[in-house]
């Protein structure tokens, strides 16, 4: 018997930011480091809004006003742990069922006063249903969270040569 793929893509990166700095970035600034094409608005990109608390949302804002909550905050533990589900389907629109959603914890790590190991699990990925491995493929792709990853870590220094791991 063949091992089955595994359901949950992980990537890791140190950055230089303290903790706090980090994780505040992370959640609350997350416009800034976000790869503007990575969004399933139907117009133009505004801002994304990253809502501080659990039950809050992810969000995209176009320049119409339009919204597209495309995450739900299920855990908000500053500086230390954030998880949020990942409520977008095979065919990269809004999933209203949140059985059918996968979900995506990022683990701060102190490695110093300067320094922060940022590790990234997206998990549950077969949640998606039938195809699922198209998610995964997407998610765990150079263009997926290991680009975000190396993004948020030239936002915070961007002199940064970081690559995720």
Same mark, same amino acid.
């Given at each position: 018997?063949?091992?089955?793929?595994?359901?949950?893509?992980e990537?890791? +990166?140190?950055?230089?930011?303290? +903790?706090? @700095?980090?994780?505040?970035?992370?959640?609350?600034?997350?416009?800034?480091?976000?790869?503007?094409e990575?969004?399933?608005?139907?117009?133009?990109?505004?801002?994304?809004?990253?809502?501080?608390?659990?039950?809050?949302?992810?969000?995209?804002?176009?320049?119409?006003?339009?919204?597209?909550?495309?995450?739900?905050?299920?855990?908000?533990?500053?500086?230390?742990?954030v998880v949020?589900?990942?409520?977008?389907?095979?065919q990269?629109q +809004?999933?209203?069922?949140?059985?059918? #959603?996968?979900?995506?914890?990022?683990?701060?790590?102190?490695?110093?006063?300067?320094q #922060?190991?940022?590790?990234?699990?997206?998990?549950?990925?077969?949640?998606?249903?039938?195809?699922w491995?198209?998610?995964?493929?997407?998610?765990?792709?150079?263009?997926?969270?290991?680009?975000?990853?190396?993004?948020?870590?030239? @936002?915070?220094?961007?002199?940064?040569?970081?690559?995720?791991?």
């Amino acid at each position: 018997m063949g091992d089955s793929p595994s359901t949950s893509v992980e990537s890791s +990166i140190v950055v230089d930011a303290p +903790i706090d @700095r980090a994780f505040a970035v992370f959640t609350e600034d997350i416009g800034s480091w976000w790869p503007p094409e990575h969004h399933i608005l139907q117009g133009e990109l505004a801002e994304m809004v990253f809502e501080p608390r659990v039950g809050g949302h992810v969000y995209d804002r176009a320049t119409d006003g339009s919204e597209c909550h495309w995450a739900r905050v299920l855990a908000y533990e500053p500086p230390h742990r954030v998880v949020f589900s990942w409520d977008v389907n095979l065919q990269w629109q +809004i999933e209203g069922d949140p059985a059918k #959603t996968s979900q995506v914890e990022v683990r701060f790590l102190s490695e110093s006063a300067e320094q #922060t190991r940022v590790v990234l699990a997206h998990r549950h990925i077969d949640r998606h249903g039938d195809g699922w491995e198209q998610v995964h493929g997407a998610v765990g792709s150079p263009d997926g969270w290991g680009a975000g990853l190396t993004r948020f870590a030239r @936002r915070l220094d961007p002199a940064s040569m970081a690559e995720p791991s």
